[in-house]
């Protein structure tokens, strides 16, 4: 792994009581004030953001992590990505 790669969002899936879920860890950097927005698509088409439909866990100054409110199973496939916008 190079350097650059630790600064790489992961998707991975996580187990919290008996569901399971899509998850995105984000190590933030500290070059710039940045606002994170992680969005859940069920057709790469719609995308949404905000409690509705993920729930953060952990974000802190140098760590993000989030996943998604609808368990994996239930659905024929979920999508996750991250927005990320230069504070002015």
Avoid: C
């Amino acid at each position: 792994m190079n350097a650059d790669q630790g600064n790489l969002p992961r998707v991975t899936s996580v187990r919290v009581e008996k569901k399971s879920y899509l998850q995105i860890v984000i190590n933030k950097m500290a070059i710039a004030p940045v606002d994170y927005a992680v969005e859940v698509s069920f057709d790469k088409r719609n995308w949404n953001s905000g409690e509705f439909f993920t729930k953060t866990v952990v974000d802190t100054p140098t760590r993000l992590l989030v996943h998604n409110s609808v368990d994996m199973h239930l659905l024929d496939s979920q999508f996750l990505r991250l927005a990320a916008k230069l504070q002015p």
